[in-house]
C-alpha cells in the first residue's frame, strides 16, 4: 500500500502579453543592500537586474560585492544615467546597460537575477525565469511576487516584502539508485515549480516516501520502508541529469532518471 506525497492543486490563468510600461520608482539605498544580501551575491555571481532605471542595483553588486552585473532598461535616459554612475563610482569595467525589452533579452547567463517591476510582468516573465535560468540561479523581487510560485524565502524591510526564489531543477520523472545493501530504491515524482509529490517503491515493492523537498539544485528524500519504522533520508543534488549524494554515510549513491 502506497502512503504517496501529494500536494495541493494551483490553478493560474494563462497570463496576458504585458505591454511594459512600469513607473520608475528607485529602489532606496538600504533596500538594495537587504536585496543583494539575500541573494548571498559573491564575486563569482553575475547579476542581471531587470528595468536597472539609474543603475543602482548593478553598480552596488560591482563595488560592494565584487560581482559583474548588467542591467536592462528600456528608457535610454536612465541608461545614460546609469553609464555616468558606473563611471563616477569606478566600476564601469564591471558593469553593462543595455537598451532592451526586457520580456525578449538573453538573461540566461545570469545566476542572480534583481526586479523591481509589477506583479502582472512577474507573472509573464515568470515562464522565461523558469525555463531560461540555470538550476539554482537566485531571483529576488522587491515587493511583487510571482502568483503560485511561492518564494523560498521572505524577507519584510520597511513594511515591503523581499522575496527570493531559486531556480528548481527540472527533476519530475522516475529515479532508481542502489542502496550500500543492495536494496533497490525507485521514486516516481511529479513536480510544479519546487514542489515535489511522489511514491517510492523498495525492491519493488510500495515503501512510505514520507517527504521530499528541493531548493534549487538540493534535494531530500524521506523513505521508510514500512509504517512504523524511522524513515531514511536521502540528501542529494541534481547534476547532468543524476542525482549525485550530497554527504557520504551508508546510503550515499547515485540515482538515475530511468523515465
Known amino acids: 500500500m502506497f502512503k504517496d506525497l501529494s500536494f495541493d492543486d494551483y490553478y493560474a490563468e494563462e497570463p496576458p502579453h504585458t505591454l511594459i510600461d512600469v513607473p520608475f520608482v528607485p529602489t532606496d539605498e538600504k533596500s538594495v543592500d537587504v536585496m543583494l544580501n539575500l541573494a548571498g551575491l559573491g564575486p563569482k555571481d553575475v547579476l542581471y537586474d531587470l528595468g536597472s532605471g539609474d543603475g543602482r542595483i548593478v553598480v552596488a553588486a560591482a563595488m560592494e560585492w565584487g560581482a559583474r552585473g548588467v542591467g536592462i532598461e528600456m528608457d535610454p535616459l536612465r541608461i545614460e544615467e546609469a553609464v555616468e554612475y558606473a563611471n563616477w563610482s569606478k566600476v564601469s569595467h564591471m558593469v553593462d546597460f543595455v537598451e532592451a525589452d ?70 519530475a520523472g522516475t529515479w532508481e539508485w542502489k542502496r550500500n545493501d543492495g536494496k533497490i530504491c525507485r521514486v516516481e515524482l511529479q513536480q510544479k515549480y519546487q514542489r515535489l509529490s511522489g511514491r517510492a517503491w523498495l525492491d519493488g515493492n510500495p515503501v512510505y516516501l514520507t517527504s521530499a523537498k528541493m531548493r534549487g539544485v538540493e534535494v531530500d528524500l524521506r523513505i521508510s520502508d514500512c509504517e512504523d519504522s524511522a524513515p531514511i533520508t536521502y540528501p542529494m543534488r541534481y547534476h547532468e541529469n543524476e542525482l549525485v549524494a550530497r554527504a557520504a554515510g551508508a546510503q550515499a549513491t547515485t540515482a538515475k532518471r530511468i523515465k
Do not use: C
Open 102 to 171: 526586457l520580456l525578449k533579452v538573453d538573461f540566461s547567463e545570469a545566476t542572480v537575477v534583481t526586479m523591481y517591476l509589477l506583479h502582472s510582468v512577474n507573472i509573464e516573465l515568470r515562464p522565461r525565469l523558469l525555463n531560461e535560468l540555470k538550476p539554482g540561479t537566485r531571483v529576488i523581487s522587491h515587493a511583487f511576487d510571482m502568483g503560485d510560485w511561492r518564494a523560498d524565502e521572505r524577507v519584510q524591510f520597511s513594511s515591503v516584502n523581499i522575496y527570493k526564489w531559486i531556480i528548481p531543477a527540472k527533476i
